[in-house]
């Protein structure tokens, strides 16, 4: 019998999609499965259901029995993942781009609003039962319409966050590594170098892959260019940022605040300083997680894992070339 294990529980109807194709079992906790149980199963199985929060590195990777064929990533991230060494393997590996871009845009916009207006410090002082009588000066933040935003990562969801951009008059900024020219026109956006972007934005979002390009991009020496009173939102990966460089940023003033729905590690370490500032707003990576997007996620996790068990393309796959690889072994 086919064999998949799911380390998540999903919406019953992503599940009953694929209970036709094999035996499933579901991890039963909300936290991920240790490694050590990982390594425990995968010698068993055909397939996974992945979630961005479990470990599959090369030793995972290794410990796959021969029937091994598919990773199935219920995220459009996959950093999680040794992708070498799943190709290497013929081990087909899927993800969920596309159905959750507006969400994680959202989200990232939601974030942009509540830091720039201080909603969430607002809010606190409120819930303590103080309410500053009206005041010229009383919790005044920053002015979005019309100021001008720097995305970092031009793909969907950063397509995405532009399109909202446009509706406050933004001047909208982008770098990537591949310009845009048609988009350019189509957005209204402009290409920057890094530096230009950083010098120039008043609101710097992160909307790249995790990568060794990517790693800690933001770091002491690129904060030292932002325009000062910028704010930084990431709903990418943590990773992207160095927490303790991000802090002396923020203490110091150079950055009036940031808005991050990820951070590195996750969780964020309880003793963080930066869960003391009030000019942070830090939520525990929900940017796709609205549950029409969860369920549209789940389900597209199930079809490229059906595709993968069946040896066929993907829906969506990081490493297609894994499956002529597969057919060779
Ligand atoms: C992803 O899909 O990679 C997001 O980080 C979570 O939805």
Not at 289 to 295: E, M
Request: charged residues 20%.
């Amino acid at each position: 019998m086919t064999k998949v294990w799911i380390t998540r529980a999903l919406p019953p109807e992503a599940l009953d999609a694929l209970k036709p194709y094999c035996e499933v079992e579901v991890w039963p906790l909300e936290t991920p499965p240790p490694k050590s149980e990982i390594l425990r199963r995968i010698g068993d199985l055909d397939a996974m259901l992945t979630m961005l929060t479990d470990p599959i590195d090369a030793e995972v990777i290794a410990a796959a029995g021969p029937r091994f064929r598919a990773i199935s990533q219920m995220a459009v991230g996959y950093d999680n993942i040794h992708i070498p060494a799943a190709t290497q393997r013929g081990i087909a590996v899927g993800h969920t781009p596309g159905v959750l871009t507006e969400t994680t845009a959202d989200m990232a916009w939601a974030l942009l609003m509540a830091v720039a207006r201080r909603v969430v410090e607002a809010h606190q002082e409120v819930q303590k039962g103080i309410w500053r009588p009206w005041g010229p000066f009383v919790l005044c933040g920053q002015e979005v319409y019309g100021a001008t935003l720097g995305i970092i990562g031009f793909g969907r969801i950063g397509q995405a966050v532009a399109r909202r951009a446009a509706g406050f008059s933004m001047r909208i900024l982008y770098h990537d590594p591949d310009r845009h020219p048609e988009l350019e026109a189509q957005l209204g956006v402009q290409y920057a170098s890094l530096d230009d972007l950083l010098s120039s934005a008043d609101f710097i979002s992160l909307h790249a892959y995790l990568s060794e390009s990517t790693r800690r991009m933001i770091n002491s020496e690129t904060l030292g260019k932002v325009k000062p009173g910028a704010i930084l939102i990431n709903t990418a990966r943590g990773g992207m940022v160095d927490q303790e460089a991000l802090y002396h940023s923020l203490k110091e003033g150079r950055l009036a605040g940031a808005g991050l729905d990820v951070t590195d590690p996750e969780p964020i370490d309880p003793s963080s300083p930066l869960l003391n500032l009030p000019n942070v707003i830090i939520t525990p990576h929900i940017a796709s997680a609205s549950t029409v997007t969860r369920q549209k996620m789940a389900l597209l996790a199930v079809q490229n894992l059906i595709a993968g068990l069946k040896g066929e393309p993907m829906p969506h796959c990081v490493n297609p070339e894994a499956l002529t690889r597969g057919q060779a072994a």
